[in-house]
């Protein structure tokens, strides 16, 4: 029996995607040979490329209106680093929400002057500040959209002047937004895309060419755009995946569509925690929730042995509490079924009865 698959990342995909995937892997396109065999510049994998693209622009919107859309590697790690190389010329500015944001800061302070605005570190990460300000010279914006650690959302976007980058690793394609709002988005695949390896980036090219230092090639996002998610090779299976599953998703009626499961997926859990006395949520503010990845702990340490145990036998993987917080985390992407929200809730329920 498939696993309820509540892992934090590398995510929970689609099962029609993994099946198109594993017969890609033996016999791609009808070539007799395997996808991860071929050349990276054949016909047949450049028109991979060039759909998952597409679909990412499609998705959000943002089809010819002055973007581009690019799968590169090193995770949003790497896009800590890229993105002040590529924007951080004098000043920019930094909502610290979660453990990732801070690390963002980390690599932008080696480039330039950076403003934290605002920081929710001084009550572990538990909820998202409000009524900041974002300096009116800063030369960009960052702030991340959902946090997977301690399970807080972004529900509202700050109005600035700004270039405005976002990190939406764990909720991209998950809900409806404005994405023109968004000069620059990126995103690691292993959340709501695909498998790890690969990291989408959606830019508006006219932010670009602002910095005055030399950008070296493999960090120059003009370099990737010019040659097309090309310059050096690819991701080619994990490139290959996240198409499938940005076409599952267009099958699925898109992001308005999945949109609706989430929020189903979220109130359904959510709902719980607030009803049974053995569990309380970790955020503090309910409009901080995120629908992506909820926290949670029980009020009673003692039921913890009975508890694992029965979400284990229920065929529940992956909910154990990231170590900066503890407890539980349910994380429920685009391709977590409803169902296994029920079945983790109907858990819940039963430990309680037992209680």
């Known amino acids: 029996m498939k696993k309820h698959n509540f892992s934090a990342g590398p995510c929970i995909l689609p099962q029609s995607v993994l099946k198109k995937a594993s017969e890609a892997v033996i016999n791609f396109n009808g070539l007799d040979l395997s996808l991860i065999e071929i050349s990276h510049r054949s016909k047949d994998f450049?028109?991979?490329?060039?759909?998952?693209?597409?679909?990412?622009?499609?998705?959000?919107?943002?089809?010819?209106?002055?973007?581009?859309?690019?799968?590169?590697q090193g995770g949003a790690s790497m896009e800590f680093l890229m993105v002040a190389y590529n924007l951080l010329e004098k000043k920019a500015a930094y909502l610290n929400t979660g453990t990732w944001a801070d690390k963002a800061i980390k690599e932008a302070k080696l480039f330039g002057e950076i403003v934290e605005v605002a920081s929710s570190k001084d009550q572990n990460f538990n909820y998202i500040p409000k009524n900041y300000s974002i300096p009116a010279d800063a030369d960009y914006f960052h702030c991340t959209s959902n946090n997977t650690i301690f399970g807080t959302q972004l529900k509202r976007f700050p109005e600035t002047d700004a270039t405005l980058v976002c990190d939406m690793s764990s909720d991209i394609f998950s809900r409806v937004l404005d994405f023109s709002k968004f000069d620059l988005i990126y995103a690691g695949a292993q959340k709501n895309m695909?498998?790890?390896?690969?990291?989408?980036?959606?830019?508006?090219?006219?932010?670009?060419?602002?910095?005055s230092r030399a950008i070296p090639s493999m960090l120059d996002y003009k370099v990737h755009i010019a040659k097309e998610s090309m310059f050096n090779t690819p991701a080619v299976f994990p490139v290959y995946v996240s198409m499938l599953t940005l076409q599952w998703l267009k099958d699925m009626g898109g992001i308005p569509a999945i949109e609706k499961i989430n929020n189903q997926k979220a109130d359904l859990l959510y709902s719980e925690i607030d009803r049974n006395p053995l569990f309380k949520g970790f955020v503090t503010e309910n409009q901080d929730r995120s629908n992506m990845n909820a926290t949670f702990n029980l009020t009673n340490e003692a039921v913890k042995d009975s508890f694992d145990a029965m979400w284990k036998e229920a065929g529940i993987n992956g909910l154990n509490g990231h170590r900066s917080v503890g407890?539980?985390?349910?994380?429920?992407?685009?391709?977590?079924?409803?169902?296994?929200v029920q079945v983790l809730v109907d858990v819940m329920k039963e430990l309680e009865r037992k209680s």
Not at 194 to 211: D, W
Not at 327 to 340: C, D, T
């Open 46 to 72: 450049v028109e991979v490329m060039d759909s998952a693209r597409a679909l990412a622009l499609e998705h959000l919107g943002l089809h010819n209106k002055g973007y581009q859309a690019l799968f590169l």
């Open 194 to 211: 695909g498998p790890a390896g690969t990291t989408l980036v959606v830019i508006k090219e006219s932010i670009l060419g602002r910095v």
């Open 327 to 340: 407890g539980y985390r349910a994380s429920m992407y685009n391709a977590l079924p409803l169902e296994s």
